[in-house]
């Protein structure tokens, strides 16, 4: 079937994107107590060659755990966004030891700065 395809040299990777939340980070009380949106943008690099050969589930992330592992860490409100996203780092890497590096990206929509801004992000590749 993959006759064509080299798979030894492929990099892959899951990605879930835009997933929303609101939540109750940041430096300003008023922030602690009536909360904000956030969106949170995951690609995560993992071996997907076995389930693409055997269109098995037991060879691929869940999906839906790694949401809830990013969903858990959002609830807990911390000051910071990058406190935010090495908590949800850490707990990937706890949870899923088979992956091995991603990027992650925590964004803050409306943040309360003076001028025009649609919204602030921190970004970290691991």
């Known amino acids: 079937m993959y006759a064509?395809?080299?798979?030894t040299e492929m990099k892959t990777a899951i990605q879930l994107g835009n997933m929303r939340f609101?939540?109750?980070h940041g430096v300003n009380e008023q922030e602690n107590r009536v909360g904000n949106n956030y969106t949170v943008q995951l690609t995560?690099?993992?071996?997907l060659k076995q389930a693409m050969l055997t269109d098995d589930i037991s060879d691929t992330l869940n999906y839906a755990?790694?949401?809830e592992t990013v969903?858990?860490?959002m609830e807990i409100p911390s000051r910071l966004l990058e406190h935010v996203a090495g908590r949800i780092i850490l707990s990937i890497q706890n949870r899923f030891p088979e992956i091995k590096g991603g990027k992650l990206t925590v964004?803050?929509?409306k943040p309360p700065i003076s001028g025009d801004v649609e919204s602030a992000s921190v970004v970290i590749k691991w």
Not at 4 to 7: E, K, R, T
Not at 44 to 47: D, L, M, R, Y
Request: proline share 0%.
């Open 4 to 7: 064509h395809l080299n798979l």
């Open 22 to 24: 609101y939540a109750f």
């Open 44 to 47: 995560v690099k993992a071996s």
């Open 65 to 67: 755990e790694l949401y």
């Open 71 to 73: 969903r858990k860490e």
């Open 107 to 109: 964004t803050k929509e």
